[in-house]
């Protein structure tokens, strides 16, 4: 019998790219890969790289060295790596130019090989060689027409095996499919068909794909270059994930993709998130369901009221801003202005008052003058935001804003972000006071005898939104949903205390909120 081969797998980047590496984890145990936490322990280091902004891009060459260093040290007897892979956006957008620029990759592999992706290391591990990926503009694979979309044979990481399903018809919303054989730990006892999917870690909380790409064309985003025009996975194939993640331990996903407002335009209903919803927070076992990446333009009452209605569906809106001037706006080619953005956030706190609201933001984009600046300056003191991130222009290859002129010194964007991000800074600690002596659902991630009990509310999305530390918490364990009340803030992370009883659920909120 032939050596047992082991994998490791680096992730860099956003959810959407975890959810593609547990994808590949999936194809790999399939095929008999043993997987492994520690690439010094791995023959293959897989990175998953990213490639959206240059630090990014820096974060991901750092990985791909760090990981060649291991196979030094294999020549030691340090380690067992005896070969280093780039996959994900920093290896679809370069290919080529990546392999020449970093010739201590062993392999640089695009999306079209997820699919053979172990033939695609173990051809690499005997020592043959694989043609680097050769970049292309994938939003010309697909049909114009977002109705076209979902009979095409096109490799969309996280979606899943679509080669069988891609021509069929959709099914109804909650079917199932039948069992079939696989590996053991990648299929459940029962219920519907595993996904092609493999658990990394052990953590409550999960990502689903819920789309691939965009059929936004902002001016800084160089995104749907390469992640291609916008798909939507069946509900059928979301829901079967869901369930099987749930048999996992999952206690909370987070729905992902470029533009989750778009979903099911290419299905025929540009509604169906909100029919897919409810039956999300159906699924036994699950506690919470939250959405992410939002376009505000494209925010429909409808979506609102059931983000803020729906039991187990966090009230939580990841609203993609970038700015609130109109004319930055529009050179974007973005919609909205700070009125307009204030107006949508009156309108979802008319619904829930308590709802948690992010975004993201560029400063020092082309053209940008001191009088934008101001009205990005209102729109963040009146929009009172849990959550900022922010975000100095560069520019990205391939974008129509690397080709505009009146581009600002690098010293004064470098004075305008550390402005904005002071301010950003205070304006969330402020948010975060103001939920003094609010009751939250806070899920348990993680315990130990330093830290003791942390986890998050529904306003806070994992890693991004600040965290709720649970003090005086016995005998609680990661994946339980408690109640507490907050009694304290560092920034703007929550200090909460468990209250009596300490289940969460809707009934429990309810009696606690009546009292």
Same mark, same amino acid.
């Given at each position: 019998?032939?050596?047992?081969?082991?994998?490791?797998?680096?992730?860099?980047?956003?959810? %959407?790219?975890e959810?593609?590496?547990e994808?590949?984890?999936?194809r790999?145990?399939?095929?008999?890969?043993?997987?492994?936490?520690?690439?010094?322990?791995?023959?293959?280091?897989?990175?998953?790289?990213?490639?959206f902004?240059?630090?990014?891009?820096?974060?991901?060459?750092?990985?791909l060295?760090?990981?060649?260093?291991?196979?030094?040290?294999?020549a030691?007897?340090?380690? %067992?790596?005896?070969?280093v892979?780039?996959?994900?956006?920093?290896? @679809?957008?370069?290919?080529?130019?990546?392999?020449?620029?970093?010739?201590?990759?062993d392999?640089?592999?695009g999306?079209d090989?997820?699919?053979?992706?172990?033939?695609r290391?173990?051809t690499? /591990?005997?020592?043959?060689?694989?043609?680097?990926?050769?970049?292309?503009?994938?939003?010309? /694979?697909?049909?114009?027409?977002?109705?076209?979309?979902?009979?095409a #044979?096109?490799?969309?990481?996280?979606?899943?095996?679509?080669?069988?399903?891609?021509?069929?018809?959709?099914?109804? /919303?909650g079917?199932? @499919?039948?069992?079939?054989?696989l590996p053991?730990?990648?299929?459940?006892?029962?219920?519907?068909?595993?996904?092609?999917?493999?658990?990394?870690? #052990?953590?409550?909380?999960?990502?689903?794909?819920?789309?691939?790409?965009?059929?936004? %064309?902002?001016?800084?985003?160089?995104?749907p270059?390469?992640?291609?025009?916008f798909?939507?996975?069946?509900?059928?194939?979301?829901?079967?994930?869901?369930?099987?993640?749930a048999?996992?331990?999952?206690? @909370?996903i987070?729905?992902v993709?470029?533009?989750n407002?778009?979903?099911?335009?290419?299905?025929?209903d540009?509604?169906?998130?909100?029919?897919?919803?409810?039956?999300?927070?159906?699924?036994d076992?699950?506690?919470?369901i %939250?959405?992410?990446?939002?376009?505000?333009?494209?925010m429909?009452?409808?979506l609102?009221?059931?983000?803020?209605?729906?039991?187990?569906?966090a009230?939580?809106?990841?609203?993609?801003?970038?700015?609130?001037?109109?004319?930055?706006?529009?050179s974007?080619?973005?919609f909205g202005?700070t009125?307009?953005?204030l107006?949508?956030?009156?309108?979802i706190?008319a619904?829930a008052?308590e709802?948690?609201?992010?975004?993201?933001?560029?400063?020092?984009?082309?053209?940008? #003058?001191?009088?934008?600046?101001?009205?990005?300056?209102?729109?963040?003191?009146?929009?009172?935001?849990?959550?900022?991130?922010v975000?100095?222009y #560069?520019?990205?290859?391939?974008?129509?804003?690397?080709?505009?002129g009146?581009?600002?010194?690098?010293?004064?964007?470098?004075?305008?972000?550390?402005?904005?991000?002071?301010?950003?800074?205070?304006?969330?600690?402020?948010?975060?006071?103001?939920?003094?002596?609010?009751?939250?659902?806070?899920?348990?991630?993680?315990?130990?005898?330093e830290?003791?009990?942390?986890g998050?509310?529904?306003h806070?999305a994992?890693?991004?939104d600040?965290?709720?530390?649970?003090?005086?918490?016995?005998?609680?364990?990661?994946?339980?949903?408690?109640?507490?009340?907050v009694?304290?803030?560092?920034?703007?992370?929550?200090?909460?205390?468990?209250?009596?009883?300490?289940?969460?659920g809707?009934?429990?909120?309810?009696?606690?909120a009546?009292?």
């Amino acid at each position: 019998m032939p050596e047992r081969r082991t994998v490791a797998l680096v992730t860099l980047g956003c959810a %959407r790219n975890e959810v593609d590496s547990e994808e590949l984890a999936g194809r790999l145990a399939a095929d008999g890969w043993e997987l492994v936490q520690d690439a010094s322990d791995a023959d293959v280091a897989v990175v998953n790289t990213c490639g959206f902004v240059e630090a990014a891009k820096k974060d991901s060459v750092d990985a791909l060295l760090e990981a060649n260093d291991l196979k030094a040290a294999a020549a030691e007897g340090g380690a %067992r790596t005896q070969a280093v892979v780039a996959v994900g956006c920093m290896a @679809e957008r370069y290919g080529k130019e990546l392999a020449e620029a970093l010739p201590e990759a062993d392999g640089v592999l695009g999306f079209d090989d997820y699919a053979d992706i172990s033939d695609r290391l173990r051809t690499i /591990l005997s020592g043959g060689i694989h043609a680097s990926h050769t970049p292309r503009d994938r939003r010309k /694979l697909l049909p114009i027409t977002p109705a076209e979309r979902q009979s095409a #044979s096109v490799a969309l990481p996280g979606h899943g095996d679509r080669s069988a399903t891609a021509a069929t018809a959709m099914p109804e /919303l909650g079917a199932t @499919e039948a069992p079939e054989d696989l590996p053991e730990g990648l299929a459940p006892a029962s219920g519907p068909r595993a996904p092609l999917r493999r658990r990394l870690d #052990s953590s409550p909380v999960a990502s689903v794909k819920l789309a691939s790409g965009c059929d936004r %064309r902002c001016s800084f985003c160089a995104i749907p270059s390469f992640r291609g025009s916008f798909v939507s996975r069946r509900p059928s194939d979301v829901l079967n994930e869901t369930r099987w993640l749930a048999e996992q331990g999952v206690k @909370e996903i987070m729905l992902v993709s470029e533009n989750n407002t778009s979903y099911g335009k290419d299905l025929g209903d540009i509604r169906l998130l909100e029919t897919l919803l409810p039956e999300l927070a159906a699924v036994d076992g699950l506690e919470r369901i %939250r959405v992410s990446y939002l376009q505000p333009a494209e925010m429909r009452p409808g979506l609102i009221d059931v983000l803020t209605s729906t039991p187990k569906v966090a009230p939580y809106f990841d609203l993609s801003f970038q700015h609130s001037a109109p004319g930055v706006l529009r050179s974007m080619r973005r919609f909205g202005d700070t009125d307009r953005f204030l107006e949508l956030l009156d309108r979802i706190r008319a619904k829930a008052p308590e709802a948690g609201v992010r975004s993201n933001f560029i400063v020092g984009f082309p053209g940008e #003058s001191e009088s934008d600046l101001a009205e990005l300056e209102r729109f963040l003191t009146g929009a009172r935001l849990d959550a900022i991130g922010v975000f100095g222009y #560069s520019d990205e290859d391939g974008t129509e804003a690397a080709t505009y002129g009146d581009k600002l010194p690098a010293d004064v964007i470098d004075e305008r972000l550390a402005h904005i991000s002071r301010l950003a800074e205070e304006l969330t600690a402020q948010r975060a006071e103001e939920r003094l002596g609010e009751t939250l659902e806070v899920l348990v991630e993680s315990v130990d005898e330093e830290d003791g009990a942390v986890g998050r509310g529904a306003h806070q999305a994992p890693e991004t939104d600040g965290q709720t530390v649970l003090t005086g918490a016995q005998g609680l364990v990661p994946g339980r949903m408690v109640l507490a009340k907050v009694v304290a803030t560092e920034g703007v992370d929550l200090v909460a205390e468990p209250l009596a009883g300490g289940a969460a659920g809707a009934e429990c909120l309810g009696e606690e909120a009546a009292r």
